[in-house]
C-alpha cells in the first residue's frame, strides 16, 4: 500500500483488503487504511482489525517522538474505545527505514473482560514531514490477526 500523503508504504496481508473508496471517507487525521476481509479468520472471524496511516498535524523531533507516540496512542485508544482504560504495554524507539520512529502498544480493556490492541508507529521522515502508521484489532482467538497487524507495522517504509 503506497500512501503518498503521509509518507509511507506498508504491506497488505493475505486475507486483508484495500478499498480506495474507504480512504475517501476517513477522519481527516488518517490518508489510508487495510482491513480485514470479513470472514478471513473462518469460524472465529472476531471482530475486525484495521492499519491506518496518516500525517502528524505537526513535525515531531526525534527527541520528542516517545512523548508524542504515547500521547497519539492513548488519544486513538480513548477515540476508537471510549471509556474503556488503556494500560501501555510497550513503548520503545524504532527506526522505518533510516528514519528515527517511535513504537507503542496499548491494551484497552473492554466490557465483560474483552480486550483489544492498539499499535502505533510514529516517524519523522524529514524537517517538515511527521507521519503514523496504527493496527488496532479486537478480542480473537485467532493469533493471525495481531501477528498481521505486527508484520504491517514493520513492513512500514519511507517512499
Known amino acids: 500500500m503506497d500512501d503518498t500523503a503521509a509518507g509511507l508504504s506498508y504491506a497488505i496481508p493475505a486475507g ?83 528514519q528515527p520512529a517511535h513504537a507503542v502498544t496499548l491494551k484497552i480493556t473492554g466490557p465483560k473482560g474483552t480486550t483489544a490492541h492498539l499499535r502505533m508507529t510514529v516517524v519523522t521522515i524529514d524537517h517538515s514531514r511527521t507521519s503514523f502508521v496504527m493496527g488496532v484489532y479486537g478480542d480473537t482467538t485467532d493469533a493471525t490477526v495481531g501477528q498481521d497487524v505486527d508484520a504491517v507495522l514493520r513492513s512500514t517504509a519511507v517512499r
Open 16 to 98: 486483508w483488503e484495500h478499498d480506495a473508496a474507504k480512504d475517501t471517507k476517513l477522519l481527516s487525521a488518517f490518508t489510508s487504511q487495510i482491513a480485514r476481509k470479513p470472514g478471513a479468520g473462518g469460524q472465529d472471524d472476531g471482530p475486525g482489525a484495521a492499519v491506518l496511516a496518516g500525517r502528524s498535524g505537526q513535525v515531531v523531533l526525534p527527541s520528542g517522538l516517545r512523548q508524542q507516540t504515547e500521547r497519539a496512542a492513548l488519544s486513538n485508544a480513548e477515540f476508537f474505545f471510549p471509556d474503556q482504560p488503556a494500560t501501555l504495554e510497550d513503548s520503545r524507539p524504532a527506526e522505518v527505514g533510516d
